[in-house]
């Protein structure tokens, strides 16, 4: 155990984003303990993902159950229907879990103290995402800003930083950055809608994200796709 | 019900601090809810405090569970011993849950959004208080102007208001302007470590403090004590 390095806490939620945010957290060189929530997302599969790829890394994972569910108000952890189709941009879509970067981050912040961790790794991105006002880059810089006043650990002049690494890039420079780093998407999962085995329906806003990043990046989409057949290929 | 009037989350601790904030609230006319955090505090007997005083006031109340105790590190969650004496400012206690306010207003964020609340009131007191850096006016002011950019309300322009009445005043300033508002400090219950009947243990940094503002505001100290026979009034 190498106690001269730095640690990282990633969020890891088992979609393409965070796989990636990983592998860049990865490559440099920290001490990681990845940090899975669930949360009451009809999309479980997501956390077996996440399972799966700290596993294959070798790393400390933490999986903390939290009820949002029990407020409600979102398609991902109710029985509202997930809309199908592309719908970026001009509105935030029923798929929004309230305030859920800011409990994740909280929770993040927690653990970072606990652990003495130095980095809080989280794969937002503000341009290929469903416009969620949780994932800007205003919104992570006060994070950070409320973040340095909030902790003991801040306090004794050691804040916790806030890396936010995919926020500026395309769908299509997250894969193309994770296939350098040799991310095993296949392993991932970003459908909101996928059934029970874990195939992604291919018509939610996620799915066309991320297939339309596959395509744009020039690599092989991956993906288990349900009721679409995609251009399957293998890394 | 009244659908013209506006709404309040409040942060419902079982203390004196919160149980004053809520009665404030309440003076101002707010539809309240109530959130109390049953956070594997070891001294539980908060929650029942809470309870009896939402009841009392006939408002929702919401309890929530959440394990802040998985995350160790204090002693009010862990079986780190509770220090007796005063131990104020300079430094950061033992009691200190990492980032616990980030979390409890975070819940409280979500709630408010779920709810359609208009402001989140929080007991926080940064004069007698116990040295946390998540009770000073400085962080609450950051939560905000995160919390304005990060929830879908805030983006319609509505965002939630933290409403943090007492951050200025003593103690003995709280226990007067609650008896103003006949709040009924019996119920409360500030003690790190009280016994299992609830009684306070009369030496903890948060029994003095109380004991000392109930006496600097010329008010009877309603308080049960193990250990410590104070002047015992009635209201």
């Known amino acids: 155990m190498d106690n001269t390095k730095q640690k990282a806490i990633v969020l890891l939620s088992g979609g393409l984003d965070s796989a990636t945010a990983l592998a860049l957290a990865i490559s440099k060189g920290f001490d990681i303990v990845a940090l899975t929530f669930d949360y009451g997302q009809r999309h479980k599969?997501?956390?077996?993902?996440?399972?799966?790829?700290?596993?294959k890394y070798n790393i400390n994972h933490r999986i903390l159950k939290l009820d949002l569910a029990q407020f409600g108000h979102s398609a991902l952890t109710t029985n509202i229907a997930i809309p199908k189709g592309k719908f970026r941009a001009d509105q935030i879509p029923v798929t929004y879990v309230p305030a859920r970067n800011t409990i994740f981050l909280s929770y993040a912040l927690a653990l970072a103290e606990v652990e003495s961790a130095?980095?809080?790794?989280i794969g937002v991105n503000a341009l290929d995402y469903s416009?969620?006002?949780?994932?800007?880059?205003?919104y992570i810089e006060k994070f950070q800003e409320m973040a340095n006043l909030a902790t003991?650990?801040?306090v004794d002049g050691k804040p916790?930083?806030?890396?936010?690494p995919l926020i500026n890039m395309t769908k299509a420079e997250v894969i193309r950055a994770g296939m350098n780093l040799k991310v095993d998407y296949s392993k991932t999962i970003s459908c909101y809608d996928p059934d029970s085995g874990g195939a992604a329906c291919g018509e939610c806003d996620s799915c066309h994200l991320r297939r339309e990043g596959f395509k744009e990046a020039g690599v092989a989409d991956p993906t288990r796709y349900v009721k679409i057949k995609a251009t399957v290929g293998s890394q």
Chains 1, 2 share one sequence.
């Open 131 to 138: 416009g969620y006002p949780d994932c800007r880059p205003e």
């Open 160 to 164: 916790v930083i806030i890396e936010a």
């Open 118 to 121: 130095d980095f809080i790794y």
């Open 152 to 154: 003991k650990r801040a």
């Open 45 to 55: 599969c997501e956390i077996s993902s996440a399972r799966e790829i700290a596993s």
